[in-house]
T-cell receptor, first 116, second 115 residues
Framework: AQKITQTQPGMFVQEKEAVTLDCTYD???????LFWYKQPSSGEMIFLIY??????QNATEGRYSLNFQKARKSANLVISASQLGDSAMYFC?????????????FGRGTSLIVHP | NAGVTQTPKFQVLKTGQSMTLQCAQD?????MYWYRQDPGMGLRLIYY???????DKGEVPNGYNVSRLNKREFSLRLESAAPSQTSVYFC??????????????FGDGTRLSIL
């Protein structure tokens, strides 16, 4: 079974609108964390936002926020006021366990296209 | 401010040839990783090195070997390239000293085609 599931292969959004990219995860470890990365067409992987399982509040970073629903095991990325430069692949990843060293698991990604 | 540097950026090989992908980081990170990215498959872990002197297999290690040469460098070797190894390869690194919320830092990738 996949540990990280991104069910939307592709998403389209109008410029200036908000969009939600879905991510569900599967773990029995009480200590875990979720990461979101952006991969533009140029290919580099850019870290966007992190949410820890013990964090009391949903993470936010500028126009990015994470809708973390622990009981549903979902960690959806919300991008507000979409811009043309947001067009990219987006990957959700999870680390399990505490301690400093971990091996993250990645989802298959969602392709986001922002229309003018 | 180089971060994670991968060489080469592009490479074309013939089936059966060997080559080594190089990766170096200048952030004093402990852990380093090699991934491959194929369309629709996300990033799959080939090998990782939790710290200098250790290496472990990831999800898809067959056909690859790695060497953690020192703290900075982590190389990936294809001994006998096969067309199924055509992919984009990413190296990443991470510090284990600064908490679980620290993300991985990625290189720009190596596009490898095997004919």
């Amino acid at each position: 079974a996949q540990k990280i599931t991104q069910t939307q292969p592709g998403m389209f959004v109008q410029e200036k609108e908000a969009v939600t990219l879905d991510c569900t995860y599967d773990t029995s470890d009480p200590s875990y964390g979720l990461f979101w990365y952006k991969q533009p067409s140029s290919g580099e992987m850019i870290f966007l936002i992190y949410q820890g399982s013990y964090d009391q509040q949903n993470a936010t970073e500028g126009r990015y926020s994470l809708n973390f629903q622990k009981a549903r095991k979902s960690a959806n990325l919300v991008i507000s006021a979409s811009q043309l430069g947001d067009s990219a692949m987006y990957f959700c990843a999870m680390r399990e366990g505490g301690g400093g060293s971990y091996i993250p698991t990645f989802g298959r990604g969602t392709s986001l296209i922002v229309h003018p | 401010n180089a971060g994670v540097t991968q060489t080469p950026k592009f490479q074309v090989l013939k089936t059966g040839q060997s080559m080594t992908l190089q990766c170096a980081q200048d952030m004093n990170h402990n852990s380093m990783y090699w991934y491959r990215q194929d369309p629709g498959m996300g990033l799959r872990l080939i090998y990782y090195s939790a710290s200098e002197g250790t290496t472990d297999k990831g999800e898809v290690p067959n056909g690859y070997n790695v060497s953690r040469l020192n703290k900075r460098e982590f190389s990936l070797r294809l001994e006998s390239a096969a067309p199924s190894q055509t992919s984009v390869y990413f190296c990443a690194s991470r510090s284990i000293m600064t908490g679980n919320n620290q993300p991985q830092h990625f290189g720009d990738g190596t596009r490898l085609s095997i004919l």
